[in-house]
């Protein structure tokens, strides 16, 4: 018989059980010998939960007068462990496995084999149905197949049943799950608070029997269809890094998509009597047990690209294709996905946003720069989200520390917000630290600039009291737009930025899209252009060749700073005659402004980002034509490493206290000294605090940093002296044994300063 027919007689017999006017007892003992019977099994036994504990309930096989006694808490014995896991198992011997728990009251000695699979509900395990054999075999694909299909029929049967009640089951269930710890990698440091919220909502399966199979059908092909469509566009796009999806990622997501294999699966669920999102939710649950027998890393990955496509599938059928962010977040929230386009994250309200686990992720990616300035905590590379976090759960996130308390006891939770309110009182003397000036304990004025890219970021300047904005990504606009923002509309926001920043400078960053910065009404453009963006036709290369792009930017740029100075500085520059280019650019339309009487920018200064190493490599050519240079260690470093910033498998794999970055930017000081040209750093390195004394020693007075560490830099700066500390750092990068971050910390350590 196949696995679709032998499921389907099952659930045309327990649909008529179901149905009938028995007593629920009656019921749920005739439905064990319905499945007992058509999988030929000698035991069948279904367990529910009944007060935290999971309670025989019936069984054919085992002792009668066992049910309604024996019972297992959560996680104890084989049944216990599978509603803890919410997995199935399938053992030949049942007695090897090291969970197995003898009850002697069931008598269930006997019997060899067992598979057991979990009676799931709103995606909590609220019993086990299993079957037991005296011959020592595993049960055949088909037999579990038919099993899990009955599980799920069953959950909706017995809650029908009123066997188990829906808020009971919520409150027992999350007792019985209780507090969990998830670890991750600290992205954006901070303390949030709030609910869990799935960026990609999961679909809650609301019908698992199908009124209509051929219906049912159909709505699977048709989203099978505009699956595969959604993923080709995807993949058309993915050298753009749209939302955060990688070209290995949407490779696997290609294969799976057109996988027959899977497909036909569903439709044979669908025959047994599911309904399109039962049948997709049970080949997942049986494609998960059977990854999880096999126990390989690689193939664990590739499990979870079948989960995101599961779900993409998932929500088509059901017609929920939004994003949370599209919903609104109702409550506070911790936002949960896999990744996050920079734009994506900032389509959610900022004041509800309270936090974000990543299940990928690295320091500087984009979407994390963005939740920097946010002052959104986030943690990365986080395992165990998917099995362990549900929709709505309660999470206290301290991502300082790098983890994430799922349903936390009140104790906990009263404990977290103890320490949130001792990290506001540090704030607060942060804070306190606004007017006064970052003099090194020598004597030495430091710059301290923040970074900036929307409007909403400059009231930083005045909270933190930073010496300026020393890098405003004027592509932010670009990324939350979803068109190309128009001329006026970039003359207004630079203008308010200027407005907001008073007499201090700000140096706007003309457009660095590309890379991981995507924008929907370039990307058919790149897309068709780049196998590396990082590497590849992004931010000066696009801007300058682009027509229009740059000019208009231009002329936005010195209207706005009419009367006033404007400090411009180009990303990515690789040749100095990019530079020329780039501030030919400029000429040409001050040449226009002033043709046409406009007023002008009282002075304007040009600088560049030093991004791409072999820029270093002709600083004597470059710097005559600078008034300012600022150092982007994020692209930098992924250069100079040849390790994609945005890759959250390199996100821990070198060190920016290591001597080959140390020695380049040491260099790079070196070389420029006496030119005249004030250098600096804008890059993420500079607001870690370790990071920020090395940069120090090694000779840099100006950083640019995220506005939140603008306090803590200030607070380090006034306790360093400057001719110790270089004198220290010098001493290690003359025979550096690694990383400079032991020593440097012990050094701090002597010195009473705090560090990360
Ligand atoms: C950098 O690369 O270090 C930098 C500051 O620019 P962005 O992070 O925007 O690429
Ligand atoms: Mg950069």
Redesign the pocket.
Known sequence: MTAAASARQILLRLTEVMASRMHAQAKLDQVVEIIGECLTSEVCSIYLLREGMLELFATRGLNQSAVHVTRMAIGEGLTGAIAQKVETLNLAEAKAHPDFQYRPETGEEKFHSFAGVPIVYRERAVGVLCVQHVEPRRYEEVEIEALQTTAMVLSELIANAELIDEEQARGLTAEMTGPQTLTGLTLVKGLGAGVAVYHQPRVEITQVMAEDIEAERQRVYRAFDKMREQIDTLASQAEFGVGGEHEEVLETYKMFAYDEGWSRRINEAIDAGLTAEAAIERVQQHTRMRMREIDDPLLADRMHDLEDLANRLLRIVAGQVGTAASQGLRKDAILIARNLGPAELLEYDKRRLKGVILEEGSLTAHVVIVARAMNVPVIGRTKGVRTTIREGDEILLDATAGNAIIRPLPQVADAFQTRFAKSREKQAAYASLRDVEPFTRCGTRIQVMMNAGLRDDMSALAMTGADGVGLFRTEFQFLVSATLPQRERQTRLYRDVLDAAGDKPVIFRTV?IGGDKSVPYLASEIAAQDENPAMGWRALRLALEREGLMKIQARALLEAAAGRSLYVMF?MVSEPWEFDAAKQVFDEQLAFLRAQKKLLPERINFGA?L?VPALAEVLDMLLPRLSFLSI?T??LTQFLFAADRANPKLAERYDWLSPSILRFLRRVMQNSVGSGVDIGVCGEMGGRRLEALALLGIGYRRLSITPAAVGPIKELVRKVDLAELTAAMNGWLLSPTGSLREQLSAWADARDIEYD
Do not use: L
């Open positions: 660095d990303p980002m991004e982007g994020n692209d």
